[in-house]
């Protein structure tokens, strides 16, 4: 499922980067419609800075972005992807991410961590509301999980690296 939604979130972010533009159906594919070009108006990645342990049942700030919309191409929305990186004691947990606008939540995504140096979650989304030419807003990524030892982890385990725990946003044109 993990792998599914991976899959699914770096399509959606292909199609609002242009990659999947010029993209055609065969020939035989005669009742399918190609994809727009939707320009990606501005684009960012956020690394978190530090691990934060998590207290059961709280919902936790781990990642946080300040944008400030584009002079003109809005009214926009925000495309976000997250991958999260979290360890456990041990015990069976549940997290739930979400990403928050002060307002609006959007992207929630839910998952097991059964194991030491557990799995990462991600999540991806389109806000749920648009946002106004030289508008601002602070998109948080919010963790929760059912039991406590948990923390979130700012690098990943493994010994051949690989990204930090991020938050990458895309502002797009909306009507």
């Known amino acids: 499922m993990?792998?599914?939604l991976r899959i699914v979130a770096l399509?959606?972010?292909a199609v609002l980067l242009g990659f999947a533009a010029s993209w055609r159906p065969p020939a035989h594919a005669q009742n399918v419609t190609?994809?727009?070009s939707t320009p990606v108006l501005a684009y960012s990645v956020t690394t978190e800075s530090a691990s934060t342990a998590l207290t059961s049942g709280t919902l936790t700030t781990v990642n946080t972005k300040a944008v400030t919309f584009p002079s003109s191409g809005?009214?926009?929305r925000v495309f976000v992807?997250?991958?999260q990186y979290v360890t456990t004691s041990g015990?069976?947990?549940v997290a739930e991410t979400l990403v928050s606008d002060g307002v609006n939540n959007f992207a929630e995504s839910e998952w097991s961590i059964s194991v030491n140096n557990g799995p990462s979650g991600t999540g991806a989304g389109m806000s749920p509301v648009t946002y106004a030419n030289n508008a601002s807003a602070t998109f948080t990524l919010k963790i929760q999980v059912d039991s406590t030892g948990t923390t979130a982890q700012?690098?990943?385990f493994h010994a051949f690296g690989g990204r930090n725990s991020r938050l990458?946003?895309?502002v797009v044109p909306s009507n």
Request: include cysteine; charge should be neutral; proline fraction near 17%.
């Open 81 to 83: 992807f997250y991958n």
């Open 168 to 170: 990458e946003i895309a």
């Open 2 to 4: 993990k792998t599914a």
């Open 91 to 93: 015990t069976t947990q």
């Open 154 to 156: 700012q690098a990943p």
């Open 34 to 36: 190609p994809l727009p």
């Open 11 to 13: 399509f959606i972010f």
């Open 74 to 76: 809005c009214p926009c």
